[in-house]
């Protein structure tokens, strides 16, 4: 069966919802994002507005619009006509799961149904860096869809309730990344996977990560030659590939020692190397920790 890197990525992301609410806008206002640095997704329900980032061209969306920030830097949203530069407003709670933004003596201009989510893995911020900064889908109304059962679910305390909304967030996330539209300009895993020429590298790394690839092997799968594949997957996926290929094979070891499950030359033999010291010794030097303590501490951890 073939793999899925994108579906296993974000499987490894651990996500849970943090919370779900329809909040409406009206005026002008300004939003600036630093919810605990946590990600967070919205659905356009009505209106439009504009979503700024650092180092990036300002962003509007639409009804219809569902967008996903992965990572943590700072976001602004404000109303097309903003108030002055440097004016930012807070929600105000008017009922359960239900907010407003602006003066409360003007119409409302927009709704969104927004939501907070965090990442439990101890790798979130490796594995988020092969994810888009930003996602953007345009017209999917199955996304609207799985919000507002993400929504229901986080409202609820049906049994099953953590396991429900971890696996809606996980068919959320992955939705979202495979038919978002702003992809194609920011390197990352998922503009990787759309790659005609790069996908076949990717599935082959994470269809066999103890393989002995070379770069040379992985552009023979992608049927390039070694310079251009390499200068190409660089380009599109945001690090060359002999990187990626230790970031996922460090994110796949650092899982199997916090099950505490297999002795240290299982754990080497699964992602690619030959002994437990030249596992331990590539630990080391990408993790900041021998595996044997990595494992004590996060097992530990796990325990709590």
């Not at 990036?56 to 639409?62: C, G, I, N, T």
């Not at 976001?75 to 004016?87: D, F, K, N, T, Y």
Request: aromatic content about 6%; hydrophobic content about 45%.
């Amino acid at each position: 069966m073939p793999v899925d890197p994108l579906a296993e990525i974000v499987t490894l992301l651990q996500p849970s919802a943090s919370f779900s609410k329809l909040v409406e806008y009206a005026g002008r206002w300004r939003i600036q994002r630093d919810i605990e640095g946590k990600p967070v997704y919205f659905a356009v329900l009505e209106g439009e507005c504009r979503v700024i980032r650092a180092g990036e061209s300002p962003l509007v969306v639409r009804a219809g619009d569902f967008l996903l920030s992965p990572s943590t830097d700072d976001q602004v949203i404000e109303s097309l006509e903003a108030p002055p530069h440097g004016i930012a407003m807070r929600p105000v709670e008017l009922g359960e799961g239900r907010f407003r933004v602006g003066p409360p003596s003007e119409p409302v201009n927009l709704r969104m149904q927004v939501g907070l989510c965090s990442f439990a893995s101890p790798d979130a911020a490796l594995l988020v860096s092969l994810l888009p900064a930003m996602v953007v889908a345009r017209g999917e109304p199955r996304l609207a869809t799985l919000m507002q059962l993400v929504s229901d679910e986080t409202r609820q305390s049906r049994p099953g309730r953590e396991l429900v909304l971890e696996r809606l967030l996980e068919v959320l996330l992955i939705e979202a990344l495979r038919c978002g539209t702003d992809t194609a300009s920011m390197p990352s895993v998922a503009r990787g996977l759309s790659d005609d020429r790069l996908v076949a590298a990717l599935r082959a790394i994470h269809a066999k990560p103890a393989h002995g690839w070379t770069v040379a092997d992985l552009a023979a799968e992608a049927a390039m030659s070694r310079s251009a594949f390499f200068a190409r997957f660089r380009r599109v996926v945001g690090m060359p590939p002999m990187e990626y290929l230790l970031a996922w094979r460090m994110a796949l070891a650092k899982r199997l020692l916090r099950t505490r499950e297999f002795a240290l030359e299982h754990v080497a033999a699964r992602v690619g190397y030959g002994s437990a010291s030249t596992f331990s010794t590539a630990f080391a030097r990408h993790v900041g920790m021998p595996p044997a303590r990595y494992a004590r501490t996060e097992g530990a951890m796990n325990a709590l």
